[in-house]
Every structure is written in C-alpha cells, then in structure tokens.
C-alpha cells in the first residue's frame, strides 16, 4: 500500500540522487540490483460510488478512498463533496474526457513511483459510459496491479427491476443527441433480441420516447428515473405507449429494453375484465385510485393512461 511505499522511496532517497530514481522507477518496475532493493509501484483501484443514495457505499470502498494517496476524479467537486460527507481526506484530482490526455503520464507516473490511486466516476461504477479507460488499459499494460471495487451501478439497478431477461444483455452507452442519429440508432436495436439497457439525459428524454414509441412497436420498456433517490420512479409500458408515460424530464434515466419474444413467450391479451377486477381488488385494500392505476400498469406491462382507458371502456360498455 502507500505507506510501505513511502517508507520504500524514503530508503531509495537516502541513497540515490531524484532523477536516479525517477529513471530506475519509469524504465522498469523490478528489483533495483544496484540497491538490493525492490520497488513496489502503486495500485489502482477502480472504485464505485453510490448514483444517488449515499448509504449505498460499501465499507471497503470507504477504506479504499481512506487509504489511497491520490483519488482521481471525473469531477472533483461532486467527489470531494463525498469525500468529506465520510470524513475522507484524501486529495483529488481531476480526470475527465477533455483532459485525460495530460493527465495519463502525470498518473502514470506517481503509479510507478508507489502512489496508491482511486478511480471514481461522478457516481456508479468507473468507465461504464464514464472516462478512465485509458488510464486503466495503460495501467493493466504496464504491469501495475488494477483492483476492482465494486458496488452500485444504474445499469444493474434498472435491469433488476425491469423483470426482463438478465442472462444476456447489452449495454448500449447514452443515446445518440442528434434526432436521425438516434432514430438509426434506435432502429437498429430494435434488431437486437437480447435485453437492451441504455442512458438518456433529462433535456432529451421526451423525443426519445416519443421515437422510441414510433419504432420499436410493441417490445416492453422500462423508464427508470432517479434511482436510489427521493424521487425514485419505475415505469413500464409497450413501446409504443412510451410517448404517453408521464414522467417529469429532470433527473438521470436508463432505460431498459425488453428482449423480442418468442411466439411461444408473447403474453395472451389483456382481458378487461381481469384488469379491472385487479384494479378494484386494490382500492378495496386502501390504495388510492392513482397508486391502483400504476400497481395494475406495472402488473400487466401497460401505461397507467392504458389502465385509465380500458376502465373508462368497460364502464361505458357495462349495463348500469
């Protein structure tokens, strides 16, 4: 770890000159014949942070950002803002995608000397549609030992809940911004069988769904918004209903895809009798008619505008 690192180099400073040593540590990270000593470069370790409820840190992430020498960040204000709500005080650094090229031989080289890293993102698990990549391929390359330390991911958490397949799935990184971009974008997962798990920002959110209900039919959906937080919501429908899910365009999203079913899979139609019986079973046990109207949406894969409909339908249809 650091400090035996530290004490290390302090035995190398005693003997050698620092440019002797910057030399012997960047050319070859193995025993210094000279000196009869062998250096120990530094780890980095690839630390994953809560994406919004802090409680969901692990115990060995926190010793991990304790311990280390150096925390780089992809934005160190969001980070030393977590820092300091466990009492860490471990200096940050920033590494983000417009400077990840300076950086990586600054990094490299505290690595080789014996600086112990950490890798975060803003929130979630590292290089999962975040910067690092290079950092960690670069280490991996150069013999430095990489350690993962994991814990939450949005990408996980919205697959859980989304209730589709998880054996096989692909992660698809943030949609494209650009309207013809993301509808080809969206038209070739439509092609995709496996469950399809993707990031949206809030500013794009709407014309998303409203392309994601002109093209991918009747596939399932799930919208997940804010996970972990306050303001948590989970809404599923088919596709073609996602332009109607009422959500406020704030927050972070991921959206997950249900896989293309079999003919043998496809769910048998929805009769409106059994939806309202549900529907009705669940205002009789208190819940309000709004809270009813999403529990029986999420049980049978529709909008709550769905349910609402289909009830008005069958009222309106039923002798008095």
Same mark, same amino acid.
């Given at each position: 770890?650091?400090?035996?690192?530290?004490?290390?180099?302090?035995?190398?400073?005693?003997?050698?000159?620092?440019?002797? @040593?910057?030399?012997?540590?960047?050319?070859?990270?193995?025993?210094?014949?000279?000196?009869?000593?062998?250096?120990?470069?530094?780890?980095? %370790?690839?630390?994953?942070? !809560?994406?919004?409820?802090?409680?969901?840190?692990?115990?060995?992430?926190?010793?991990?950002?304790?311990?280390?020498?150096?925390?780089?960040?992809?934005?160190?204000?969001?980070?030393?803002?977590?820092?300091?709500?466990?009492? @860490?005080?471990?200096?940050?650094?920033?590494?983000?995608?417009?400077?990840?090229?300076?950086?990586?031989?600054?990094? =490299?080289?505290?690595?080789?000397?014996?600086?112990? @890293?950490?890798?975060?993102?803003?929130?979630?698990?590292? =290089?999962?549609?975040?910067?690092?990549?290079?950092?960690?391929?670069?280490?991996?390359?150069?013999?430095?030992?990489?350690?993962? @330390?994991?814990?939450?991911?949005?990408?996980?958490?919205?697959?859980?809940?989304?209730?589709?397949?998880?054996?096989?799935?692909?992660f698809a990184g943030f949609a494209p911004s650009k309207s013809n971009d993301r509808k080809r974008w969206l038209a070739a997962l439509a092609r995709e069988e496996r469950t399809v798990v993707?990031?949206?920002?809030?500013?794009?959110?709407?014309?998303?769904?409203?392309?994601?209900?002109? =093209?991918?039919?009747?596939?399932?959906?799930?919208?997940?918004?804010? =996970?972990?937080?306050?303001?948590?919501?989970?809404?599923?429908?088919?596709?073609?209903?996602?332009?109607?899910?009422?959500? !406020?365009?704030?927050?972070?999203?991921?959206?997950?895809?249900? !896989?293309?079913?079999? !003919?043998?899979?496809?769910?048998?139609?929805?009769?409106?009798?059994?939806?309202?019986?549900?529907? %009705?079973?669940?205002?009789?046990?208190?819940?309000?008619?709004?809270?009813?109207?999403?529990?029986?949406?999420?049980?049978?894969?529709?909008?709550?505008n769905d349910v609402y409909a289909r009830l008005a339908r069958l009222k309106a249809t039923t002798p008095p």
């Open positions: 770890m650091a400090r035996t690192n530290a004490s290390f180099r302090q035995q190398l400073e005693s003997r050698f000159s620092t440019s002797k @040593i910057r030399q012997l540590t960047m050319v070859q990270y193995s025993s210094l014949a000279e000196a009869g000593l062998q250096i120990m470069a530094g780890s980095l %370790y690839v630390v994953s942070t !809560p994406i919004g409820n802090l409680d969901d840190i692990t115990v060995r992430a926190v010793n991990t950002l304790k311990s280390v020498g150096l925390v780089a960040a992809e934005d160190t204000r969001r980070t030393d803002h977590l820092l300091k709500h466990f009492g @860490i005080a471990t200096p940050t650094t920033s590494l983000h995608e417009h400077n990840e090229s300076q950086k990586l031989p600054q990094l =490299l080289r505290k690595l080789a000397e014996g600086t112990d @890293i950490a890798l975060v993102s803003d929130a979630g698990t590292p =290089l999962v549609a975040d910067p690092g990549q290079r950092l960690v391929a670069r280490a991996a390359a150069e013999g430095i030992r990489v350690v993962p @330390i994991p814990g939450p991911s949005a990408v996980l958490a919205a697959l859980a809940v989304s209730g589709y397949p998880a054996d096989e799935f692909v993707f990031f949206e920002t809030p500013h794009r959110i709407n014309k998303t769904l409203a392309d994601i209900a002109e =093209l991918l039919g009747e596939r399932q959906i799930t919208v997940a918004r804010e =996970l972990t937080k306050v303001h948590e919501q989970v809404a599923r429908c088919a596709a073609s209903s996602a332009s109607e899910l009422s959500m !406020p365009a704030r927050g972070e999203f991921t959206i997950v895809l249900g !896989p293309i079913l079999q !003919p043998s899979q496809v769910l048998q139609p929805i009769d409106d009798q059994d939806l309202a019986a549900y529907f %009705y079973q669940l205002t009789d046990l208190s819940r309000s008619p709004r809270r009813a109207a999403a529990e029986t949406a999420a049980k049978f894969g529709l909008s709550t």
